[in-house]
């Protein structure tokens, strides 16, 4: 089942005398439970997109449907419930308010969407126990490390059980060895929640655990390669060829 569908996405922006086409077209199918990377080069369109997708911004001509409703025809009210209810976003600065703690930068989503702190202490406790927060919630975000602070970010995210969550470079600021251990976690939390998953990364090992990747390019989106396999061999020798570009 399609969880979400996007049909001829058109996102412009205008820059001094000139338009900026950042999003040209951009049809995608991602079925439920899915890994999806999006790699390409700086530039290219990535983040629009994904904020496209998730709401946090509106295309100037398509659809983008999350579980067959529009997002792109709802009110700013129903579209603000509709993505705390149902969509979770992890950014590459983690965006965690520095003057609250752990514990309290997690449950914004749950008082964003009026819900009753109680109604999630199985799923928080749950939640930070696989993302192994639990000696660390009474923290200040300064007082944690990168991945720490990112694993916080993630449990954020996941606080009102989306189905959908979109990263943006989530690994981007940390090392190999963090960057490893932050994504097993996700997606360890995204398997126990069968969540679906949409990553930009710039990290071709992240990519490379993706169900599919995809490779934006001047805004433009095509496939990479899929479950199969698919385009594997030539994913691989262009990026033997041009390792600098990513
Ligand atoms: N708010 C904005 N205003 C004007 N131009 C923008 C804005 N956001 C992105 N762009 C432009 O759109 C293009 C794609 O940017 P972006 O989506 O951030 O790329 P990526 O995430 O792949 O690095 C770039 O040319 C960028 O300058
Ligand atoms: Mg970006």
Known sequence: MSILSTENVIKQ???YDEVVTAVNRVSLNVEDGEFIAIIGT????KSTFLNLC????RPNSGSIK???NDITQMKPDELS????????????????IPQYTALENILIPTIMCNKEEFKYEEHLKKLVKALDLESRLHHLPS??????????????AMINRPQVIFADEPTGNLDRENADEVLDLLLATKEQMS???????HDLKIADRADKIYK??????TLYKDKDGYKRNSFEAEHNENKQAF
Do not use: C, P, W
Not at 42 to 45: K, V
Not at 195 to 201: A, D, I, K, S
Not at 216 to 221: A, C, I, R, S, T
């Open 13 to 15: 922006f205008k820059q």
């Open 81 to 96: 419930r509709f993505r705390g209810n149902f969509i979770g976003f992890i950014y590459q600065k983690h965006n965690l």
């Open 42 to 45: 700086s530039g290219s369109g």
């Open 66 to 68: 999350i579980r067959g």
């Open 216 to 221: 934006m390019d001047n805004g433009v989106l």
């Open 143 to 156: 007082e944690l490390s990168g991945g720490q602070q990112q694993r916080v970010a993630i449990a954020r």
């Open 54 to 57: 998730a709401g946090l911004d």
């Open 195 to 201: 969540q679906t998953l949409v990553m930009v990364t």
